[in-house]
């Protein structure tokens, strides 16, 4: 039984790393208002390695429109901007010789649909890496030494498990539509 209940906490972990992974890209997706997040994906050249441009500057949002980014070097101000405009997020940084403001535009109602279908994508890949950690746990209860009433009783327990994971992918997702979509 050890067995099997160690299949379910691995499994359990898989889907928890799903659900971070799912959260981790939805931060990534603007609603509207202005978020540090926003410029995680961005890495700059520093000193020869691409480095996360956070480890390198100060992110802050002075008001909801605005991202304000400092490095902590003035002399990287030119590689932060190359950088933010070659990462393809459509933001047009202008540099004041001290630091850089990104003004967030307003998003039209067309520009929160096409948001709304991209983390809708994100949570469709979610479940699937969700059904994927299902099958696979399936696939080892199938192959243990047990009865078939045990091995059914586990699999029962893996499609709570997987029932559970697909609502609170649900969830997250519900709440990131509600705010990609206020205006």
Not at 14 to 29: F, T
């Amino acid at each position: 039984m050890e067995e099997l209940d160690f299949i379910i906490e691995t499994t359990k972990e898989l889907m928890d790393e799903s659900v971070k992974y799912l959260e981790k890209e939805l931060l990534n997706i603007r609603a509207g208002k202005a978020n540090p997040n926003m410029l995680s994906s961005i890495k700059v050249e520093y000193y020869g390695i691409l480095t996360p441009l956070n480890q390198i500057s100060n992110i802050n949002t002075p008001d909801s429109q605005t991202i304000s980014v400092q490095p902590w070097e003035k002399d990287k101000l030119q590689d932060i901007e190359k950088a933010i405009i070659d990462s393809n997020l459509g933001f047009n940084p202008m540099n004041n010789g001290e630091s850089i403001l990104i003004n967030i535009p307003p998003l039209t109602q067309e520009r929160r649909i096409e948001l709304v279908k991209l983390a809708k994508s994100e949570a469709e890949n979610s479940k699937v890496s969700v059904r994927n950690s299902r099958k696979d746990a399936n696939n080892e209860i199938r192959k243990s030494e047990f009865s078939e009433d045990i091995r059914a009783n586990y699999e029962l327990d893996i499609q709570e498990i997987t029932d559970k994971y697909v609502k609170k992918i649900d969830s997250i997702f519900s709440s990131k539509e509600a705010e990609i979509l206020k205006v």
